[in-house]
């Protein structure tokens, strides 16, 4: 079973603090997704990589940056939290060769205050 | 206008109920059409994909893309308690490989 996991389920931080999401799978899947998820608006894509080091902007990147250092662990960092970035934050991996298959970690709910 | 747009509902049926979920998309270029459930606190599993037009049929769950119209729908036969998700609609084209897609999700409950 492919499993991807993220470091926190519920997090709360204060405007302003830098914040790190962390997200691990452990299926050696070349792609990896950060996206938010909002009522009413669905799942955004924040940002993806398709290789080690290499990332792509997604829909939404503005105050969000990412880190691909290894190739089962995708970071997502908010470099200023504000209060607009309360948010439902999902990690996806994605097998090369089958673009209909995202596995998805069970998200990190996070409150910014 | 979004480029996939899906009714949030809610949805409330009886078990044992047919239902119908669907989503329209306005982007010709999307071949892969994807169904992923996703439980309360947890994030989305694929359920059903279809690619280009037609239908699938997986146990109680058929997908169906009407190209033509640019609408999908996933029915569910015999609605169980279990059924009881939030259905998100996803789609993709077949080339610049990696970018999915998501309609907002249908919130489904059935009543036993």
């Known amino acids: 079973d492919v499993k991807v996991t993220q470091s926190s389920r519920y997090l709360v931080k204060r405007t302003g603090e830098k914040v790190f999401l962390e997200c691990v799978q452990d299926?050696?899947?070349?792609?990896m997704f950060w996206y938010r998820q909002d009522p009413g608006l669905g799942l955004r894509l924040i940002y993806f990589s398709y290789d080690v080091k290499m990332k792509e902007k997604g829909d939404i990147p503005e105050g969000y940056s990412v880190s691909r250092e290894k190739k089962e662990r995708f970071s997502l960092i908010l470099e200023s939290a504000s209060t607009n970035q309360t948010s439902m934050y999902l990690c996806?991996?994605?097998?090369?060769?089958?673009?209909?298959?995202?596995?998805f970690g069970p998200g990190t709910r996070l409150t910014v205050t | 206008q979004k480029e996939v747009e899906q009714d949030p509902g809610p949805l409330s049926v009886p078990e044992g109920a047919i239902v119908s979920l669907n989503c329209t998309y306005s982007n010709s270029a999307f071949q892969y059409f994807m169904w992923y459930r996703q439980y309360s606190r947890k994030g989305p599993e694929l359920l059903m994909y279809t690619y280009s037009s037609g239908n699938k049929e997986d146990g109680r769950f058929t997908a169906q893309v009407d190209k033509s119209s640019k609408y999908i729908s996933l029915f569910i036969r015999d609605s169980q308690p279990s059924d009881s998700a939030t259905y998100l609609c996803?789609?993709?084209?077949?080339?610049?490989?990696?970018?999915?897609?998501f309609g907002a999700g249908t919130r489904l409950f059935v009543k036993a």
């Open positions: 299926m050696d899947h070349e792609n």
């Open positions: 996806a991996s994605l097998p090369q060769g089958r673009p209909y298959e995202q596995y």
């Open positions: 996803a789609m993709s084209a077949d080339t610049g490989g990696f970018k999915t897609i």
